[in-house]
């Protein structure tokens, strides 16, 4: 398992009509699988893995 940290400066989040920040904040850090055409390439394997992001 790898971990890095990014810094930046803007945050993509998608705003429905009457959603609240917290919400909006909670569903941009949900655990998402990267897997099929999405999967993670590992430098180290020099191949494409599943992941969680």
Same mark, same amino acid.
């Given at each position: 398992?790898?971990?890095?940290?990014?810094?930046?400066?803007?945050?993509? @989040?998608?705003?429905?009509?009457?959603? *609240?920040?917290?919400? &909006?904040?909670?569903?941009? #850090?949900? @655990?998402?699988?990267?897997?099929?055409? *999405?999967?993670?390439? &590992?430098?180290?394997?020099? #191949?494409?893995?599943?992941?969680?992001?």
């Amino acid at each position: 398992v790898n971990s890095k940290d990014e810094n930046f400066l803007d945050l993509s @989040i998608d705003v429905e009509e009457n959603t *609240s920040i917290t919400t &909006c904040l909670r569903v941009f #850090s949900n @655990i998402e699988t990267l897997a099929g055409e *999405s999967k993670y390439y &590992c430098d180290t394997c020099s #191949s494409k893995q599943e992941a969680t992001k």
